[in-house]
């Protein structure tokens, strides 16, 4: 299975080689001794690894190295590590002594606390991790806002703790078959469970192209997208096979596509959507579009030159706490917008 997930995923880079990105740079270690992971690397390595897959013996103090060593990681593999327990003042709970105990993320992995202040890790996209956990710990990836996936190949679910992970932010997926068992799980029923292996969409639509057809060309179905950037033309036909075929979305970035109509219920019961990027040149807003995309995330900003929003288009998003109009163009807003609440249509900058 992870050889085609890997297949899958090469043929989406070549997909969107159109795309200007951050060039990205992958490193793997094998640590055979807890706490000497960070000595396999020189400073400027650690400084250009973007993704990272560690195998063998680590500790919270590899764990504190992640967190503040590799200022450019995104994407971090640690699904075949043991992690062994450490007592001490050198991991990731900042000068104090903690006892970390095995197979288990320590607590503030990555989080630094400055006095009661938590800084989380802000590249950090993407963790995968083993099917040895037993704990997530108290404040693991709290304040880690880019952290869109977490991967546990585990079927049934670890112990999480108190601030360890943001229902509002990451999205799990899990093995086939596990989803009611983490859903029982406490502190895990509010999350966004994924069966399988996230699948991450880059492209570029021409004119001449659509959006069926850059999926069609890659060979996937479009029920198993589950992150979806679009650059380029994006018209009524795209944003209706999103609509009718696209159930399972986490993440939509269209900002820099033609768009400049959303039709009614384009993006309704979404019920894995965490976030969206509006398009930048986008003007009305149909009925009910975001209606029952209840964990949409809890500030919405909307482009400058909208003019209008229809009926209901946020009714049911009962983790959007604000929709942000930030310029002068809005002159129609439709009845019920959020449904029974009022008042989370602000104006200005958002209040986070």
């Not at 050889?3 to 055979?32: D, E, H, M, P, W």
């Not at 960070?38 to 500790?59: D, R």
């Not at 068992?181 to 292996?197: D, T």
């Not at 699948?199 to 570029?204: C, G, I, P």
Request: glycine fraction near 8%.
């Amino acid at each position: 299975m992870r050889k085609i997930c890997c297949l899958i995923f090469i043929g989406i880079a070549l997909a969107a080689n159109s795309f200007r990105a951050t060039a990205q740079v992958y490193k793997a270690l094998y640590v055979s001794k807890p706490g000497t992971m960070i000595s396999q690397l020189t400073a400027e390595e650690a400084n250009n690894v973007t993704n990272l897959t560690v195998v063998g013996k680590i500790n919270a103090i590899d764990f504190k190295h992640l967190r503040d060593g590799f200022p450019r990681l995104e994407v971090l593999d640690i699904s075949n590590v043991d992690i062994k327990p450490y007592a001490g003042k050198a991991g990731t709970y900042t000068d104090r002594f903690y006892v970390y105990p095995p197979n288990c993320i320590p607590a503030y992995a990555f989080c630094f606390l400055d006095g009661d202040i938590p800084y989380g890790k802000q590249t950090l996209k993407t963790i995968i991790l083993s099917e040895k956990i037993k704990n997530i710990e108290e404040g693991a990836f709290l304040g880690c806002n880019s952290l869109q996936s977490c991967r546990i190949n585990k079927k049934t679910a670890p112990n999480l703790f108190e601030y360890a992970l943001s229902d509002a932010v990451t999205a799990i997926f899990i093995p086939a078959g596990s989803r009611d068992e983490y859903r029982l799980k406490k502190r895990w029923e509010n999350f966004a469970f994924i069966e399988g292996e996230p699948v991450e969409v880059r492209l570029q639509i021409s004119m001449q192209s659509s959006l069926r057809a850059e999926i069609q060309t890659m060979g996937l179905q479009p029920k198993n997208i589950n992150f979806l950037t679009v650059e380029g033309k994006l018209d009524e036909n795209d944003l209706k096979l999103i609509t009718d075929y696209m159930s399972n979305l986490v993440s939509v970035d269209i900002s820099k596509t033609t768009a400049t109509d959303l039709p009614d219920f384009t993006f309704t019961q979404k019920k894995y959507m965490l976030r969206i990027k509006l398009p930048n040149g986008l003007k009305t807003i149909g009925q009910r579009v975001f209606s029952g995309c209840g964990r949409l995330n809890s500030t919405l900003i909307l482009p400058p030159g909208v003019t209008s929003i229809g009926y209901g288009a946020f009714m049911d998003c009962n983790n959007l706490q604000q929709v942000v109009v930030t310029g002068f163009a809005l002159n129609a807003v439709g009845d019920n917008l959020f449904g029974d609440s009022k008042g989370r249509l602000v104006y200005g900058k958002p209040a986070y």
